[in-house]
T-cell receptor
């Protein structure tokens, strides 16, 4: 099955600096790559996603890049703020056939980002 | 629109007891998932379902069972609880077409003592 590796496990940056989190996936059939943010004690929530037909996507201070050949994708956060402190998860989905189509998300192990003042 | 609702939010079980974690969604999503998250760790898939009447194992299914009799509900059953099942459990759902967002419930914090 799919295997998603995520690095680093912890990341500390100063406010205003950029943060980069990297993920690799194993299954070349994966075609959807979301990123989730989980604040302390809260549920994971989608912050940005990218599909395999796109190389880069931006949403204000957040961007995600995808390299299909190398099977890796990255989350970039610019001008970090204290409220960016959280655990970030990458994920990859595979299409599964059960007389139809389905997607099963495989998550990375998470990156704890701490933005210091 | 409530989204994905899990009950209970907290529970303490004694070793060997059984319980059912409830999950219901009102978004008419076909696909539902159960994850567990151990302290400081990532999300591990326990079971998932691609539609009513269809379930399949994830990475860590041992000690758990699920059923999907309706589109809305996807309960997770713990039989003979063990300390290793102490974790936070998240239910999630997605529409089920390719490349789709998963919505999570608020989580159930389970402690087995």
């Amino acid at each position: 099955g799919e295997n998603v590796e995520q690095h680093p496990s912890t990341l500390s940056v100063q406010e205003g600096d950029s943060a980069v989190i990297k993920c690799t996936y194993s299954d070349s059939a994966s075609n959807y790559f979301p990123w989730y943010k989980q604040e302390l004690g809260k549920r994971p929530q989608l912050i940005i996603d990218i599909r395999s037909n796109v190389g880069e996507k931006k949403d204000q201070r957040i961007a995600v890049t995808l390299n299909k050949t190398a099977k890796h994708f990255s989350l970039h956060i610019t001008e970090t703020q204290p409220e960016d402190s959280a655990v970030y998860f990458c994920a990859a989905s595979i299409v599964i056939s059960y007389g139809g189509t389905a997607s099963k998300l495989t998550f990375g192990t998470g990156t704890r980002l701490q933005v210091t003042l | 629109n409530a989204g994905v609702t899990q009950t209970p939010k907290f529970r303490i079980l004694k070793i060997g007891q059984s319980m059912t974690l409830q999950c219901t969604q009102d978004m008419n999503h076909n696909y539902m998932y159960w994850y567990r998250q151990d302290p400081g760790m990532g999300l591990k898939l326990i079971y998932y379902s691609v539609g009513a009447g269809i379930t399949d194992k994830g990475e860590v299914p041992n000690g758990y069972n699920v059923s999907r009799s309706t589109t809305e509900d996807f309960p997770l059953r713990l039989e003979l609880a063990a300390p290793s099942q102490t974790s936070v459990y998240f239910c999630a759902s997605s529409q089920g077409e390719r490349n789709t967002e998963a919505f999570f419930g608020q989580g159930t914090r389970l402690t087995v003592v």
